[in-house]
């Protein structure tokens, strides 16, 4: 402080604790002194140091008293979790009777144990995943990869159907799910999947878009990770497998459009490393083969453009050798397969029939719109969901064959052009 230290009410041989220059209210400030010499008396604030004139000592005397009992400990706030201790000091009790009545062990009453669970409910306790880790207890966490470019789940309905019915599933049943999207590096996906088992964040896995001689099983089942299947069916895989009948799928597609009197079929389909995109092609030739039909097969990516660039070629053959519809693998290739005739000059579907093999609202929305196979993929999460529970609870499903699909007729199917 500047001046003259006797204005201030200090003795130049000691040290000050309260000024009030330049304010216009008393400004509080408990500070620890050291005193040359000083007179205590019985009220701790009644202290006399050396030097201190009797203004300043009036000021304070007027203070509150410092408390002298201990405050109680803080309790948590924001940022932090309410722990077992936290329970036991707001109840007086100790910490292992606490551990005892929220894991369900002897050594506690039922009144005990009652009053700890209601204290748990209202203070926000939950159980530590890392600690019941640690038990061998089960996470409540089922891990799902995605090895699919990010950019494609923006678009493909597929894939937020099925974690829509996921998720009910897991809510209804208390647990969580761990998704990661890695982009097309299905390599990386198995890795993903043994780390997580190995840190103990899961109980199991779901194993989406099965490929054509995929490595990923024997890895699943060498690591003993429970794992559903969405695919086969498989002879060597004991775990439970969700299939689907694609060649059924196929053979309703395939008589829909023969029953309109067509016999010039394409069919553009996805990559054919998934195990599902094979099986679609091979029941299109088979259907269309028994009744006397013709197929040209093009393989696609799940893109828009790819669609619309082989569309294009297949319209640009001779009229008596091109075809009169064509079959693709998804709504939004068959959105582009549209566009793409209808810059070729052509209508839809008085000289060409379109139909779509996955049905969205998106088939709805075209004009003119889609006929599609309609799969319940809602169905298709919760039926993953409630399979893989029931294995980490020690039931095996097996293989479990999927609804078939339904054709949904719309306006993009008419008779064949002559």
Not at 64 to 71: E, G, H, I, M
Not at 288 to 299: F, I, L, S, Y
Not at 344 to 362: E, F, K, N, Y
């Amino acid at each position: 402080m500047g001046g003259d230290p006797q204005s201030n009410g200090l003795h130049p041989g000691g040290l000050g604790a309260y000024g009030t220059h330049g304010c216009s209210d008393l400004v509080r400030v408990q500070v620890t002194i050291a005193v040359p010499s000083m007179r205590l008396a019985r009220d701790p604030r009644d202290f006399r140091p050396v030097g201190i004139g009797p203004r300043t000592l009036n000021r304070i005397s007027r203070l509150p008293a410092v408390p002298t009992t201990t405050p109680d400990p803080p309790r948590p706030g924001v940022g932090s979790r309410v722990t077992i201790a936290d329970i036991a000091r707001d109840l007086g009790i100790s910490k292992a009777a606490v551990s005892y009545a929220l894991t369900g062990r002897p050594g506690v009453g039922h009144e005990t144990r009652q009053r700890v669970l209601a204290a748990a409910e209202q203070m926000g306790w939950y159980p530590s995943s890392s600690a019941r880790a640690l038990t061998g207890a089960e996470t409540g966490v089922v891990g799902l990869v995605l090895s699919r470019p990010p950019e494609l789940l923006t678009f493909e309905t597929f894939f937020v159907h099925l974690l829509a019915g996921l998720e009910q599933v897991l809510a209804e049943r208390g647990s969580s799910l761990l998704l990661r999207v890695i982009g097309d590096h299905p390599q990386e996906e198995v890795a993903t999947y043994r780390r997580w088992w190995g840190e103990r964040r899961i109980d199991g896995v779901i194993l989406l878009d099965e490929r054509y001689r995929d490595p990923r099983l024997d890895q699943i089942r060498e690591a003993m990770i429970p794992a559903v299947l969405c695919g086969g069916p498989l002879r060597d895989w004991t775990m439970p497998a969700l299939w689907t009948d694609h060649g059924a799928d196929a053979d309703l597609a395939v008589a829909h459009l023969h029953a309109l009197g067509h016999r010039r079929l394409a069919h553009v389909s996805g990559p054919t490393e998934f195990v599902h995109e094979r099986a679609r092609r091979r029941g299109v030739r088979r259907a269309a083969t028994k009744r006397g039909m013709t197929v040209r097969t093009v393989e696609g990516a799940y893109t828009g453009p790819d669609a619309a660039r082989h569309t294009t070629r297949l319209l640009v053959a001779d009229p008596d050798e091109r075809p009169t519809a064509i079959v693709y693998g998804s709504d939004v290739m068959a959105a582009s397969g549209l566009a793409a005739a209808v810059e070729a000059g052509l209508r839809v579907p008085d000289d060409l029939s379109l139909l779509s093999w996955d049905d969205s609202q998106l088939a709805t929305l075209m004009r003119p719109s889609v006929t599609a196979l309609r799969r319940d993929n809602l169905g298709y999460g919760v039926l993953a969901g409630h399979t893989l529970l029931d294995l980490v609870e020690g039931r095996n499903r097996g293989l479990v064959q999927l609804p078939a699909s339904d054709l949904v007729v719309r306006d993009s199917t008419g008779p064949a052009p002559r």
